[in-house]
C-alpha cells in the first residue's frame, strides 16, 4: 500500500488518476522503495541522507553506513560485443557483533544482484553460518553493439542505529573466459563463489569441463549453467537451474553444444557450508535454533580445464571395434564347425568304404573288439572302472526286488534298444518311477555302493530328463521376461530424471570417460555389454546344433547316443546361454544410471549363471538326482533377496552378519550331506538320533574311514572354503555386501570345477583338444579380466564426490575405459567357460556309461 500511494501521489495524470503499473514500473518502484529515494520521506516520515559517489575499478572504498545515511557508489565500464569481461564485487566488513546487517543492491542493465552481510548460509539441519568477507561475480548479458558504456550501481544500506565500517571494492576480473585446453587456477569459498564464462569454438559440439583440487575438503559444487542473469553460484540454489554435482578432488561434466542456443556457458564453482555431501564428517548439533556457527577457513584452490570431446568418428570407430571383436568368434565359430564336419565326412566315409582297411582298425574306429564286443578300458581307466562295472551287476543281482536286467546296464543289442527306447516314447511322468516300494529299495542300493558308474545314474527315461532340464530354459526365459521390463522402465526414469534436473550426483559414472548419445548420459558402459549378448546367442547356437545332432543321432538308433558317454541334457545350456544374454541386457541396464538402488540389475543374473554352472557340473555324472527347476530358482532367488538385505541392512550391522553367517553354515552343511549321501537321507525328527548314532557306530565304536573318500575330500574342502569366508564376513563386514556373496559363489564353483578336473584325470579319462584349449585360453582371459574389474573406477559404496576421486580417463580408442575392458574380456571369458562345460567330456561319447565313474 505504501508502494502505491507513493506511486499515486507523485505519478497523478490530468484527470487526477495514477496511470496503471506495468511490471518494468512495479520493478523500478520496487527497488525506489527499497533504496528510500523516492518515497522514504514520505511513507516512513524519516529522513535519510542519500550520497552518491562516481567510483572507479580497483580502488578500496572505506566507508561508514548507518540507518540514517546511504551510499551509492556509480560505476561505467565498456562492454565489446567480441569480449568479455568480468566485474566482481567485494565487501568486508570487520566488525563481529553486527547490531543489524547490511544490504548490498548491485543495479545493472538488465539485472539485479542483492546480498547481506553477513552472508547467513545454512547447512544441514538448518545450521547458521555467518560470512563476513563476501565476493560476487556479476552477471554479464550479451550486448549486440559492437561496443557499449553500460553503468551499474552499487547501493550500501542499513537498518543499524550505530555506523557500521565496510570495505568495498570493484574489480575487473581476468580470464573471465576460459580458453580450451588451457589450466586456470583460482580461490573460492561459501561466501566467494566464483564463475567463468566458455565459448564453444567452431568445430567443437561437446566438451569436458574438469575441476580439479588437490584438497579432499571442503566439499564443492560445480554447476554447468546458461548465459543467463541471475547466476544462481550460492550453495542455497546452485542446484536450481543447469548441471551440477558435488567433489571433492574431481569432478567433470560432459557439455554438448546442442544444450546451449548460445554457443557458450557458465563454469559455476560453490565451495559448500559443510561437508557431509562429500562424506565429511557431521558436525555438532547448535544448542539455540539462532545459534551461529563458526564455519572456520573454508577456502579451496582449484583449477578448471575446458577440453573438446571426442568426435563422431570416434564413436563409429567404437561400434565398429565392439562389432569387430564378437562377430570374429561367429567367423571362428564357423570355421571349426566346417572342420569338424568334414572330418565326420571323411569318417563316414570310412565307415562306407572298409575295403581299404583291416578287421584291428575297423573294430577300433567302431569301438569294439575284434569278437564284437566294446573293450573294458579304452583309456586305461584301472581299478575305478572295473569296480564300477562290476559292482553295478553284482548290486542288482543281489537285489531281490530287482529282477530287470536294464538296470544293470549290460551289453544290449540294437533291437532292445530301439525297442526300449520306443518304449521311453510312451506317455510317462517322472513320478511313475517311484510308485513302489522296490524302486525306493533299488535307490538304496545302487547310490550307496562304494564306487557308482553314470549307468547307476542315468536310469530314468531320457524323454522325462530332458523334459525336467527344459523347464530350466522355460522358467529363465519367464523370469527374463518379467525381470527385464520393469528394469528398463525404470533405468528410463532414471536417465529422465538427470537429464531433467541436471543432478550429476544420481549415477555413478566414470565422468572422465562417459560418452553420451541421445539421452544416455554413459553410452560407450552401455555399449561395451553387447558382448554378452551376442556370445550368449552364439552359444544357443551351438547347444542348438548339438541337440539337433544328438537327436538325429538317436532317431536313428545310433548305439553311442544311446548307450556311450555322457548322457546329452541340453536344457542346462539352454538356460545358460539365456543368462549369459540376460546379464548384458541388465548390466547395460544398470550402466544407463549405476547407483546403490539398482545394483541387483547387474548382479542377479551373475548368482544365476554361476549357480547354473554348478548344477551343470554335478548333472554330467548324476543326471538322475539333479534338483529340479524349482528347487534351484528357489534357492537362487533366495541368495538374491539376501543380497538385498545385506546392502539394505548390512553395513556394519553386527546382528545380521551372525544371522547371514549361521544361515551360511547351516546350508553349507546341509548341502554336504545331500550331496554325500546321494540324497538317500531324510531331514525330519530322527535325523539328529542317526547322527548320534552314526557317530557313536563309526568314531567311537570303531575308528573306521569315510566310505566315500573322493566325495568327502570334496566337501571338507567346500565347508573349509565356506566356513572362512563366513568368519571373514562376520570379522571384516564388507560394505560390499553383493560382491562378497557373489565371491562366495565363485569360489564354490571354481572349487567344484577344479575337483571335477582332478577326479576326471584321476579315473583315466582325458581331455581333448578343443576343450583343453578353452580352459587355458579362458583361465587367460579371466585373469586379465579381474585385472580390469579390481581397477575400481566409480564406487556406489561412498558419496557421489567420492566415487568421482577413482575417476580416470579412457585407455581404449578414447572410448572405452578400463571397466568397459572388463565387460569386453569377461563376456569372453564366461563364453569360454561355457564351451569348456559343453566340450569336457567328448572325449567319453564312445565309452560305455558302465565303464564312466561317478564323482
Given at each position: 500500500m505504501v508502494f502505491r500511494s507513493c506511486w499515486k501521489s507523485r505519478h497523478k495524470n490530468s484527470s487526477g488518476l495514477a496511470p496503471r503499473l506495468t511490471p518494468t514500473a512495479l520493478a523500478v518502484l520496487f527497488w525506489l522503495c527499497v533504496t528510500q529515494l523516492a518515497c522514504g520521506s514520505e511513507a516512513v516520515g524519516e529522513t535519510k541522507n542519500v550520497v552518491q559517489?562516481?567510483?572507479?575499478?580497483?580502488?578500496?572504498?572505506?566507508?561508514?553506513?548507518?540507518?540514517?545515511?546511504?551510499?551509492?557508489?556509480?560505476?561505467?565500464?565498456?562492454?565489446?560485443?567480441?569480449?568479455?569481461?568480468?566485474?566482481?564485487?567485494?565487501?568486508?566488513?570487520?566488525?563481529?557483533?553486527?547490531?543489524?546487517?547490511?544490504?548490498?543492491?548491485?543495479?545493472?542493465?538488465?539485472?539485479?544482484?542483492?546480498?547481506q552481510v553477513p552472508l547467513i548460509l545454512r547447512g544441514l539441519y538448518q545450521r547458521k553460518y555467518p560470512y563476513n568477507h563476501v565476493g560476487r561475480t556479476l552477471c554479464q548479458p550479451p550486448t549486440r553493439a559492437a561496443s557499449e558504456t553500460q553503468y551499474f550501481f552499487v547501493d550500501v544500506s542499513t537498518l543499524a542505529t550505530q555506523g557500521t565500517n565496510y570495505q568495498l571494492r570493484v574489480s575487473r576480473v581476468e580470464s573471465f573466459t576460459l580458453q580450451t585446453d588451457k589450466k586456470f587456477t583460482f580461490t573460492a569459498s561459501p561466501s566467494q563463489p566464483q564463475y567463468f564464462k566458455y565459448v564453444f569454438p567452431d568445430g567443437v559440439d561437446t566438451v569436458i569441463v574438469k575441476v580439479n583440487s588437490d584438497m579432499n575438503f571442503p566439499c564443492s559444487v560445480m554447476s554447468i549453467q546458461d548465459i543467463l542473469c541471475p547466476v544462481y553460484d550460492l550453495d542455497t540454489n546452485v542446484a536450481f537451474i543447469g548441471m551440477y554435482q558435488t567433489m571433492t578432488k574431481k569432478g567433470a561434466i560432459t557439455v554438448q553444444r546442442k544444450d546451449f542456443p548460445s554457443n557458450s556457458f557458465y563454469v559455476v564453482v560453490v565451495v559448500k557450508t559443510e561437508d557431509e555431501a562429500c562424506g565429511g564428517p557431521l558436525r555438532f548439533y547448535p544448542l539455540r535454533p539462532d545459534e551461529l556457527i563458526d564455519a572456520g577457513n573454508r577456502t579451496k584452490v582449484l583449477d578448471v580445464v575446458v577440453s573438446p570431446a571426442i568426435?563422431?568418428?570416434?564413436?563409429?570407430?567404437?561400434?565398429?571395434?565392439?562389432?569387430?571383436?564378437?562377430?570374429?568368434?561367429?567367423?571362428?565359430?564357423?570355421?571349426?564347425?566346417?572342420?569338424?564336419?568334414?572330418?565326420?565326412?571323411?569318417?563316414?566315409?570310412?565307415?562306407?568304404?572298409?575295403?581299404?582297411?583291416?578287421?584291428?582298425?575297423?573294430?577300433?574306429?567302431?569301438?569294439?573288439?575284434?569278437?564284437?564286443?566294446?573293450?573294458?578300458?579304452?583309456?586305461?581307466?584301472?581299478?575305478?572302472?572295473?569296480?564300477?562295472?562290476?559292482?553295478?551287476?553284482?548290486?542288482?543281482?543281489?537285489?531281490?526286488?530287482?529282477?530287470?536286467?536294464?538296470?544293470?546296464?549290460?551289453?544290449?543289442?540294437?533291437?532292445?534298444?530301439?525297442?526300449?527306447?520306443?518304449?521311453?516314447?510312451?506317455?510317462?511322468?517322472?513320478?511313475?518311477?517311484?510308485?513302489?516300494?522296490?524302486?525306493?529299495?533299488?535307490?538304496?542300493?545302487?547310490?550307496?555302493?562304494?564306487?557308482?558308474?553314470?549307468?547307476?545314474?542315468?536310469?530314468?527315461?531320457?524323454?522325462?530328463?530332458?523334459?525336467?532340464?527344459?523347464?530350466?530354459?522355460?522358467?529363465?526365459?519367464?523370469?527374463?521376461?518379467?525381470?527385464?521390463?520393469?528394469?528398463?522402465?525404470?533405468?528410463?526414469?532414471?536417465?529422465?530424471?538427470?537429464?531433467?534436473?541436471?543432478?550429476?550426483?544420481?549415477?555413478?559414472?566414470?565422468?572422465?570417460?562417459?560418452?553420451?548419445?541421445?539421452?544416455l548420459s554413459a553410452f560407450n558402459n552401455i555399449l561395451s555389454n553387447?558382448?554378452?549378448?551376442?556370445?550368449?546367442?552364439?552359444?544357443?547356437?551351438?547347444?542348438?546344433?548339438?541337440?539337433?545332432?544328438?537327436?538325429?543321432?538317436?532317431?536313428?538308433?545310433?548305439?553311442?547316443?544311446?548307450?556311450?558317454?555322457?548322457?546329452?541334457?541340453?536344457?542346462?545350456?539352454?538356460?545358460?546361454?539365456?543368462?549369459?544374454?540376460m546379464e548384458g541386457l541388465l548390466s547395460a541396464c544398470y550402466h544407463v544410471c549405476p547407483n546403490y538402488t539398482n545394483f541387483q540389475f547387474d548382479t542377479s543374473f551373475m548368482y544365476m549363471i554361476a549357480g547354473l554352472c554348478m548344477l551343470k557340473l554335478y548333472q554330467k555324472r548324476h543326471p538322475d538326482i539333479n534338483a529340479s527347476a524349482y528347487t534351484a530358482y528357489a534357492c537362487l532367488a533366495a541368495v538374491i533377496f539376501f543380497s538385498v538385505l545385506g546392502v539394505v541392512f548390512g553395513k556394519g550391522n553386527m546382528a545380521f552378519w551372525i544371522i547371514f553367517s549361521v544361515i551360511h553354515i547351516l546350508a553349507t552343511l546341509f548341502l554336504s550331506t545331500q550331496l554325500y549321501y546321494m540324497g538317500r537321507w531324510r531331514l525330519d525328527s530322527g535325523t539328529l538320533r542317526r547322527m548320534l548314532y552314526i557317530i557313536y557306530t563309526d568314531?567311537?565304536?570303531?575308528?573306521?574311514?569315510?566310505?566315500?573318500?573322493?566325495?568327502?575330500v570334496l566337501l571338507v574342502m567346500g565347508n573349509i572354503v565356506n566356513w572362512s569366508l563366513a568368519a571373514y564376513g562376520l570379522i571384516e563386514r564388507p560394505n560390499d555386501f553383493a560382491s562378497y556373496l557373489l565371491a562366495i559363489a565363485i569360489c564354490n564353483l571354481l572349487l567344484y570345477f577344479a575337483f571335477y578336473i582332478i577326479m576326471k584325470l584321476r579315473s583315466g579319462e582325458r581331455i581333448k583338444c578343443l576343450p583343453l584349449v578353452c580352459i587355458l585360453f579362458t583361465a587367460v582371459i579371466w585373469g586379465f579380466a579381474l585385472y580390469f574389474f579390481f581397477q575400481g573406477l566409480s564406487t556406489w559404496q561412498k558419496t557421489p564426490a567420492e566415487s568421482r576421486e577413482h575417476n580416470r580417463d579412457c585407455i581404449l580408442l578414447s572410448f572405452f575405459d578400463d571397466h568397459d575392458i572388463w565387460h569386453f574380456l569377461s563376456s569372453i571369458a564366461m563364453f569360454g567357460s561355457f564351451l569348456v562345460l559343453l566340450t569336457m567330456d567328448d572325449d567319453l561319447d564312445t565309452v560305455q556309461r558302465d565303464k564312466i565313474f561317478v564323482f
Amino acid at each position: 500500500m505504501v508502494f502505491r500511494s507513493c506511486w499515486k501521489s507523485r505519478h497523478k495524470n490530468s484527470s487526477g488518476l495514477a496511470p496503471r503499473l506495468t511490471p518494468t514500473a512495479l520493478a523500478v518502484l520496487f527497488w525506489l522503495c527499497v533504496t528510500q529515494l523516492a518515497c522514504g520521506s514520505e511513507a516512513v516520515g524519516e529522513t535519510k541522507n542519500v550520497v552518491q559517489k562516481d567510483a572507479e575499478f580497483d580502488v578500496t572504498y572505506n566507508d561508514t553506513v548507518t540507518s540514517g545515511n546511504q551510499t551509492i557508489y556509480a560505476f561505467n565500464h565498456t562492454v565489446s560485443r567480441n569480449k568479455t569481461e568480468g566485474v566482481r564485487v567485494t565487501v568486508d566488513v570487520s566488525s563481529q557483533n553486527l547490531e543489524s546487517t547490511m544490504l548490498f543492491v548491485v543495479r545493472q542493465k538488465q539485472a539485479v544482484l542483492s546480498f547481506q552481510v553477513p552472508l547467513i548460509l545454512r547447512g544441514l539441519y538448518q545450521r547458521k553460518y555467518p560470512y563476513n568477507h563476501v565476493g560476487r561475480t556479476l552477471c554479464q548479458p550479451p550486448t549486440r553493439a559492437a561496443s557499449e558504456t553500460q553503468y551499474f550501481f552499487v547501493d550500501v544500506s542499513t537498518l543499524a542505529t550505530q555506523g557500521t565500517n565496510y570495505q568495498l571494492r570493484v574489480s575487473r576480473v581476468e580470464s573471465f573466459t576460459l580458453q580450451t585446453d588451457k589450466k586456470f587456477t583460482f580461490t573460492a569459498s561459501p561466501s566467494q563463489p566464483q564463475y567463468f564464462k566458455y565459448v564453444f569454438p567452431d568445430g567443437v559440439d561437446t566438451v569436458i569441463v574438469k575441476v580439479n583440487s588437490d584438497m579432499n575438503f571442503p566439499c564443492s559444487v560445480m554447476s554447468i549453467q546458461d548465459i543467463l542473469c541471475p547466476v544462481y553460484d550460492l550453495d542455497t540454489n546452485v542446484a536450481f537451474i543447469g548441471m551440477y554435482q558435488t567433489m571433492t578432488k574431481k569432478g567433470a561434466i560432459t557439455v554438448q553444444r546442442k544444450d546451449f542456443p548460445s554457443n557458450s556457458f557458465y563454469v559455476v564453482v560453490v565451495v559448500k557450508t559443510e561437508d557431509e555431501a562429500c562424506g565429511g564428517p557431521l558436525r555438532f548439533y547448535p544448542l539455540r535454533p539462532d545459534e551461529l556457527i563458526d564455519a572456520g577457513n573454508r577456502t579451496k584452490v582449484l583449477d578448471v580445464v575446458v577440453s573438446p570431446a571426442i568426435n563422431s568418428e570416434v564413436y563409429v570407430m567404437g561400434m565398429l571395434f565392439c562389432l569387430g571383436i564378437f562377430l570374429s568368434f561367429y567367423l571362428l565359430t564357423l570355421l571349426v564347425a566346417c572342420v569338424e564336419n568334414r572330418r565326420m565326412n571323411k569318417k563316414r566315409e570310412v565307415f562306407q568304404n572298409p575295403a581299404d582297411m583291416s578287421p584291428a582298425e575297423t573294430a577300433s574306429l567302431l569301438g569294439k573288439n575284434g569278437d564284437g564286443k566294446t573293450p573294458a578300458s579304452p583309456y586305461e581307466y584301472g581299478s575305478f572302472a572295473d569296480n564300477c562295472s562290476t559292482l553295478s551287476s553284482e548290486a542288482i543281482t543281489d537285489s531281490a526286488t530287482s529282477t530287470d536286467n536294464n538296470y544293470g546296464y549290460m551289453e544290449r543289442s540294437l533291437d532292445s534298444v530301439g525297442r526300449s527306447r520306443q518304449e521311453s516314447l510312451s506317455s510317462v511322468e517322472e513320478d511313475d518311477y517311484d510308485t513302489l516300494d522296490d524302486i525306493n529299495s533299488d535307490k538304496n542300493i545302487v547310490r550307496t555302493k562304494k564306487f557308482l558308474c553314470v549307468s547307476d545314474l542315468a536310469r530314468k527315461d531320457k524323454r522325462i530328463l530332458s523334459k525336467k532340464y527344459q523347464i530350466y530354459f522355460w522358467n529363465i526365459a519367464t523370469i527374463a521376461v518379467f525381470y527385464a521390463l520393469p528394469v528398463i522402465q525404470l533405468v528410463i526414469t532414471y536417465q529422465t530424471v538427470v537429464n531433467v534436473t541436471g543432478n550429476q550426483d544420481i549415477c555413478y559414472y566414470n565422468f572422465l570417460c562417459a560418452h553420451p548419445l541421445g539421452a544416455l548420459s554413459a553410452f560407450n558402459n552401455i555399449l561395451s555389454n553387447l558382448g554378452y549378448v551376442m556370445l550368449g546367442l552364439l552359444f544357443l547356437l551351438i547347444v542348438l546344433k548339438r541337440d539337433v545332432v544328438h537327436n538325429r543321432a538317436l532317431l536313428r538308433n545310433d548305439l553311442n547316443a544311446l548307450e556311450c558317454g555322457i548322457p546329452k541334457h541340453f536344457g542346462l545350456f539352454y538356460a545358460m546361454g539365456t543368462a549369459l544374454m540376460m546379464e548384458g541386457l541388465l548390466s547395460a541396464c544398470y550402466h544407463v544410471c549405476p547407483n546403490y538402488t539398482n545394483f541387483q540389475f547387474d548382479t542377479s543374473f551373475m548368482y544365476m549363471i554361476a549357480g547354473l554352472c554348478m548344477l551343470k557340473l554335478y548333472q554330467k555324472r548324476h543326471p538322475d538326482i539333479n534338483a529340479s527347476a524349482y528347487t534351484a530358482y528357489a534357492c537362487l532367488a533366495a541368495v538374491i533377496f539376501f543380497s538385498v538385505l545385506g546392502v539394505v541392512f548390512g553395513k556394519g550391522n553386527m546382528a545380521f552378519w551372525i544371522i547371514f553367517s549361521v544361515i551360511h553354515i547351516l546350508a553349507t552343511l546341509f548341502l554336504s550331506t545331500q550331496l554325500y549321501y546321494m540324497g538317500r537321507w531324510r531331514l525330519d525328527s530322527g535325523t539328529l538320533r542317526r547322527m548320534l548314532y552314526i557317530i557313536y557306530t563309526d568314531c567311537v565304536r570303531q575308528c573306521s574311514g569315510p566310505m566315500y573318500i573322493d566325495r568327502m575330500v570334496l566337501l571338507v574342502m567346500g565347508n573349509i572354503v565356506n566356513w572362512s569366508l563366513a568368519a571373514y564376513g562376520l570379522i571384516e563386514r564388507p560394505n560390499d555386501f553383493a560382491s562378497y556373496l557373489l565371491a562366495i559363489a565363485i569360489c564354490n564353483l571354481l572349487l567344484y570345477f577344479a575337483f571335477y578336473i582332478i577326479m576326471k584325470l584321476r579315473s583315466g579319462e582325458r581331455i581333448k583338444c578343443l576343450p583343453l584349449v578353452c580352459i587355458l585360453f579362458t583361465a587367460v582371459i579371466w585373469g586379465f579380466a579381474l585385472y580390469f574389474f579390481f581397477q575400481g573406477l566409480s564406487t556406489w559404496q561412498k558419496t557421489p564426490a567420492e566415487s568421482r576421486e577413482h575417476n580416470r580417463d579412457c585407455i581404449l580408442l578414447s572410448f572405452f575405459d578400463d571397466h568397459d575392458i572388463w565387460h569386453f574380456l569377461s563376456s569372453i571369458a564366461m563364453f569360454g567357460s561355457f564351451l569348456v562345460l559343453l566340450t569336457m567330456d567328448d572325449d567319453l561319447d564312445t565309452v560305455q556309461r558302465d565303464k564312466i565313474f561317478v564323482f
